[in-house]
């Protein structure tokens, strides 16, 4: 582990611990030697990283600090770009705009030792697919969910079924070559997914839903998982 690696993570047990962590335990965690993380301990506290205690004792963060920004790990880096990799191909236009932005801030505000983990990153994204276009302004449907908006929406149920729906978005997930916009439906009660490539047509209505975001994300992942272990307790029946 490189030792700016190392300075990150005793940064990150100090502040995550509810009593002091001695060296040794420290040193342990990161497989390294008592001796080193005296050095390291020693290296923060010369960047006025306020620290507390002593050798033998255990070691405190004190509460309130905050790390400068973007003290990033390599792989923390590579995780960043190889999301970002995948968000520039896969997302809607204002997302993959976003996502080349980042990687390209990421790269200007990282120690120079670093850079090479963003120019030459060892990890990359494939687009292996043609998206399906959306017919709508998913930027727009983003700010509707945040802001509770309903949306009015005609939906292409099948080979020549069409229907008109109201419905409360909650999140938008991105796959490999479409999305889908969780929604609760108040044409049929209920939550429903909807590909955006089949939506033809949508009106951001003015009107907000009763209820938060949170509860019906919650309530949606709580009906997921009852789907999940029904069909789990169907295939053990027919095994």
């Known amino acids: 582990m490189r030792r700016t690696e190392r300075l990150f993570q005793i940064i990150q047990i100090l502040r995550g611990a509810t009593s002091p962590v001695t060296a040794q ?135 020549g079924k069409y229907s008109e729906r109201v419905i409360w978005p909650i999140t938008v997930g991105y796959f490999e070559t479409s999305r889908l916009i969780v929604a609760w439906c108040e044409l049929r009660k209920g939550f429903r997914h909807f590909r955006t490539d089949r939506i033809l047509s949508a009106r951001f209505l003015d009107e907000t839903f009763p209820t938060t975001r949170q509860s019906l994300r919650a309530a949606w992942w709580k009906s997921e998982q009852a789907k999940t272990q029904d069909r789990d307790n169907q295939q053990g029946v027919n095994s």
């Not at 255990?58 to 999301?83: F, Q």
């Open 25 to 159: 335990m420290l040193a342990d965690e990161m497989e390294t030697s008592l001796r080193t993380m005296y050095r390291d301990i020693a290296e923060l506290l010369a960047q006025h990283v306020p620290i507390r205690g002593e050798a033998g004792v255990g070691y405190i963060l004190e509460d309130g600090y905050d790390m400068p920004p973007l003290m990033l790990t390599p792989n923390e880096i590579e995780a960043a770009v190889l999301g970002a990799q995948w968000v520039a191909a896969r997302g809607d236009p204002a997302l993959a705009r976003g996502a080349r932005d980042l990687i390209s801030k990421i790269s200007e505000v990282i120690p120079a030792d670093l850079r090479p983990f963003v120019a030459e990153t060892a990890v990359v994204a494939p687009n292996l697919g043609d998206l399906e276009q959306d017919p709508l302004d998913m930027e727009m449907v983003r700010t509707w969910i945040r802001t509770r908006g309903k949306l009015a929406i005609s939906y292409a149920t099948g080979v």
